[in-house]
């Protein structure tokens, strides 16, 4: 199955922007869905589809693609969003993979 | 609401098999995917499998050859059968719904299954 890969951390100021980003083959052809996981939970589905936010996750966060690379943008970071965040995807033959993840440290 | 509830072991021992059993609550099962996903202790998500409604399935190409998905809708519960277990399988396992266009939007809140002697 196809890879995603992430960077491992990146930091950003509170009420700052930043922008995740996921690599993959597969992404050329099929969407990335982003989540986020706070350390003892479960993950979270924040974007699905193109650029779609599930009820209840603020419209701060966005989602956007170009080629094999696709992005969580979350703009005007608030400290809540401090988490790790996965990209998903699947492949041709409909087997999914998740990205390596990213730890998003607010501060 | 739609609310998932794994429920397992705790513990298995290598070589053995392991089963994990996930209720679904809130909602019918019908027309949709149910999932498992598993995390190791302080790494990443990995898919493990899905299963339709229907009982049509997939896998993981790197666990396909040791992991079974059933359902039972009347039940509103979906099961893993994971064999051989060794350390490396030691993780929490995730059940999940998985809508027809591929995302994960409901999940239970997790198992931790520890492989050891």
């Known amino acids: 199955s196809s890879e995603l890969t992430q960077d491992p951390a990146v930091s950003v100021a509170l009420g700052q922007t930043v922008r995740i980003t996921c690599q993959g083959d597969?992404?050329?052809?099929?969407?990335a869905t982003w989540y986020q996981q706070k350390p003892g939970q479960a993950p979270v589905l924040v974007i699905y589809?193109?650029?779609n936010r599930p009820s209840g996750i603020p419209d701060r966060f966005s989602g956007s693609s170009s080629g094999n690379t696709a992005s969580l943008t979350i703009t005007g970071t608030q400290a809540e969003d401090e988490a790790d965040y996965y990209c998903?995807?699947?492949?041709?033959?409909?087997?999914?993979?998740f990205g390596t993840g990213t730890k998003v440290t607010v501060l | 609401q739609v609310q998932l509830q794994e429920s397992g072991p705790g513990l298995v021992k290598p070589s053995e098999t392991l089963s994990l059993t996930c209720t679904v609550s809130?909602?019918?099962?019908?027309?949709?995917?149910w999932s498992w996903i598993r995390q190791p202790p302080g790494k990443g998500l990995e898919w493990i499998g899905y299963?339709?409604?229907?009982?049509?399935?997939n896998y993981n190409p790197s666990l396909e050859s040791r992991v079974t998905i059933s359902v039972d809708t009347s039940k509103n519960q979906f099961s893993l059968t994971m064999t051989s277990v060794t350390a490396a399988d030691t993780a929490v396992f995730y059940c999940?719904?998985?809508?027809?266009?591929?995302?994960?939007?409901?999940w239970g809140q997790g198992s931790l299954i520890t492989v050891s002697s």
């Open positions: 998903n995807s699947r492949d041709t033959t409909a087997h999914y993979v």
């Open positions: 597969s992404l050329g052809r099929f969407p």
């Open positions: 589809g193109k650029n």
């Open positions: 809130g909602g019918s099962m019908t027309s949709y995917y």
């Open positions: 299963i339709f409604f229907s009982g049509s399935t």
């Open positions: 999940a719904r998985m809508h027809t266009n591929g995302w994960f939007d409901h």
